[in-house]
């Protein structure tokens, strides 16, 4: 890949709309992850094939981050996140598929996750607090503190998407640079680092909207967030 | 690009910002992460029992961080790609 990374390719055209590749490839995606949960929670077992057992433990991961980082019962959130964390992760992990590259390697698909957590940051807000609630902790600690809240509320949502795009990218970059000069096999410690970096950008990026939504919902729900507490000081 | 034409100066001072953005850009948040991992080292060392809460808030940390060395990167793309000025 040595052409521009702000670039796309377009791969076919429907009607007036262009269909770019990272497109096709996100729409490969979630027919993967969809139509595979699909098939493995068709017929759920008490005794849990091998496919099943798996997923539960993922779910299970999950929740126990969501309530490690969030202090609150994970349900309402497990969709959010998890769908996040599962994306993010298999799409920083699809270029082991020869020729598809990564879709978070492009500004846009990033864009359009951190958008998801933008809006979902104001809708637990508004629903955990009431709108009037949610507008005034921008006045938090003091009214002078609105524009510095507002400016972090947007770029906080800017650098979730440049953090995303900036590893996944620089490291299929890096790739294919290193694959221009010297060919075999030299480039595939770089690429065992690669599935590091993709694994550890999935968990940032979801454990970053954890910590967005929970501060929006701040102390709205005291008694759950002392359950949780008290818990972790008893278990410690 | 053709080698034959006058170099533009412009190319000239994109590659070399793009150069100077990532390698001066690196320095601040390498010195800054070390100090991270060397903090929660120490704290895992003097308890042992608290360092799954610790590598996760490392974690998140470390990514902050990087985020500064990745907007440079991001400047450095800018320049060498959709460089408003080289056209």
Same mark, same amino acid.
């Given at each position: 890949?040595?052409?521009?990374?702000l670039?796309?390719?377009?791969?076919?055209?429907?009607?007036?709309?262009?269909?770019?590749?990272?497109?096709?490839?996100?729409?490969?995606?979630?027919?993967?992850?969809?139509?595979?949960?699909?098939?493995?929670?068709?017929?759920?077992a008490?005794?849990?094939?091998?496919?099943?057992?798996? &997923?539960?433990?993922l779910?299970?991961? *999950?929740?126990?981050?969501?309530?490690?980082?969030?202090?609150?019962?994970?349900a309402?959130?497990?969709?959010?996140?998890?769908?996040?964390?599962?994306?993010?992760?298999?799409?920083?992990?699809?270029?082991?598929?020869?020729?598809?590259?990564?879709?978070?390697?492009? *500004?846009?698909?990033?864009?359009?996750?951190? &958008?998801?957590v933008?809006?979902?940051?104001?809708?637990?807000?508004?629903?955990?607090?009431?709108?009037?609630?949610?507008?005034?902790?921008?006045?938090?600690?003091?009214?002078?503190?609105?524009?510095?809240?507002?400016?972090?509320? *947007?770029?906080?949502?800017?650098?979730?998407?440049?953090?995303?795009?900036?590893?996944?990218?620089?490291?299929?970059?890096?790739?294919?640079?290193?694959?221009?000069?010297?060919?075999?096999?030299?480039?595939?410690?770089l690429?065992? *680092?690669?599935?590091?970096?993709?694994?550890?950008?999935?968990?940032?990026?979801?454990?970053l909207?954890?910590?967005?939504?929970?501060?929006?919902?701040?102390?709205?729900?005291?008694?759950?967030?002392?359950?949780?507490?008290?818990?972790?000081?008893?278990?410690? | 690009?053709?080698?034959?034409?006058?170099?533009?100066?412009?190319?000239?001072?994109?590659?070399?910002?793009?150069?100077?953005?990532?390698?001066?850009?690196?320095?601040?948040?390498?010195?800054?992460?070390?100090?991270?991992?060397?903090?929660?080292?120490?704290?895992i060392?003097?308890?042992?029992?608290a360092?799954?809460?610790l590598?996760?808030?490392?974690?998140?940390?470390?990514?902050?961080?990087?985020?500064?060395?990745?907007?440079?990167?991001?400047?450095?793309l800018?320049?060498?790609?959709?460089?408003?000025?080289?056209?």
């Amino acid at each position: 890949m040595t052409a521009s990374p702000l670039q796309l390719s377009v791969v076919f055209t429907l009607g007036p709309v262009a269909v770019t590749e990272p497109v096709v490839v996100t729409w490969f995606l979630m027919l993967l992850l969809g139509g595979g949960c699909l098939l493995v929670t068709r017929r759920l077992a008490l005794h849990p094939s091998a496919a099943q057992a798996a &997923l539960e433990l993922l779910v299970d991961a *999950l929740q126990g981050q969501i309530r490690d980082t969030m202090r609150v019962e994970p349900a309402p959130y497990l969709p959010l996140i998890g769908t996040l964390f599962v994306f993010i992760f298999a799409a920083n992990w699809s270029w082991l598929i020869p020729g598809v590259e990564p879709p978070t390697a492009h *500004l846009e698909t990033d864009a359009a996750l951190a &958008l998801i957590v933008f809006v979902a940051v104001i809708w637990f807000g508004i629903r955990a607090r009431g709108l009037r609630g949610y507008l005034a902790t921008f006045a938090e600690p003091s009214l002078l503190m609105v524009p510095l809240n507002l400016v972090e509320t *947007l770029t906080r949502t800017f650098s979730l998407v440049v953090r995303l795009f900036g590893n996944v990218m620089s490291g299929v970059f890096v790739i294919g640079i290193v694959l221009s000069l010297v060919g075999l096999l030299v480039p595939v410690p770089l690429m065992a *680092l690669d599935l590091l970096t993709g694994a550890v950008q999935a968990y940032i990026f979801s454990v970053l909207a954890m910590v967005f939504i929970a501060g929006a919902l701040g102390e709205a729900a005291p008694s759950q967030r002392r359950a949780g507490t008290s818990e972790k000081r008893v278990v410690r | 690009m053709n080698l034959n034409q006058p170099i533009n100066l412009i190319q000239i001072a994109s590659i070399l910002g793009a150069a100077i953005a990532v390698s001066f850009g690196a320095i601040g948040p390498a010195l800054g992460e070390g100090r991270a991992v060397a903090a929660a080292m120490d704290a895992i060392a003097r308890q042992p029992e608290a360092a799954n809460t610790l590598s996760r808030t490392l974690f998140v940390g470390l990514a902050m961080i990087e985020t500064m060395a990745i907007y440079c990167l991001v400047i450095a793309l800018l320049l060498l790609f959709a460089n408003p000025f080289a056209h």
